[in-house]
């Protein structure tokens, strides 16, 4: 996103600037969900949860280590399982309970959200790659950090108020392009310089209001 934002000519050097600033200063949270469907076993997992103390990646890889063997044995027990296919049925069924729509973006807090069940590998791919266990967090994580500079998310700037953190000429040409994200015949993209991906905004037409939603992808004329 840096790169992409460098790289445009329609933002002046004091906008690319503090958009950099905001950024660099999400944070990220993962907060517990599912949990409660097996009571007692909270402090259990918390003993075998590494310490956050290094980059996302790392932490990233560390705790679905972790929360993959500690919690695939205490299901096990609680499920009173006596086979491999039993153990990932319960595996399973915990998985169930967690859902990736649970993940917030709060905008003026510029701050990302994730369940913490998102850090158990799926169980189709449970014998995967690197790279297949945890893309889906990746492209998550994409989706929800785009929301910085969806129609809400310019609105605040990197110090958390509500201001936008675009200068007045920029802002006037943001303007512009969302404009023209209204219709759908439109193939404008807020980073024109790159070939083959532009930017829409979806809309939600529940009770007849246009609402944005959140700025998407669509790559090669694909959705």
Partial sequence: ?????????????????????????????????????????????YSHFPVMTGSFVANWIESQ???????????????????????????????????????????????????????????????????????????????????????VGVQFNEQRQLVSWMTEGPMARYNAKVNCFFSRESQVSLYAEVKNLQMKNKFDFTRNQERPLIVGFQADGQR
């Fill in 1 to 45: 996103m840096l790169g992409l934002t460098d790289n445009t000519t329609w933002l002046d050097d004091k906008s690319k600037g503090d958009f950099r600033i905001r950024v660099s200063d999400i944070e990220r949270t993962i907060w517990i969900t599912g949990i409660s469907a097996y009571p007692g076993k909270l402090t259990a997992l």
């Fill in 65 to 151: 280590r972790a929360l993959s063997h500690r919690l695939f044995s205490l299901i096990a027990d609680d499920s009173s399982a006596t086979s491999e296919s039993d153990r990932r049925t319960a595996y399973a069924e915990y998985r169930a309970n967690s859902d990736p729509s649970e993940s917030h973006y709060i905008y003026h807090l510029n701050s990302i959200i994730v369940p913490m069940s998102l850090l158990f590998k799926p169980m189709y791919v449970y014998e995967g790659t690197s790279a297949m266990n945890y893309a889906g967090l990746g492209a998550l994580y994409a989706q929800l950090q785009i929301k910085m500079i969806d129609t």
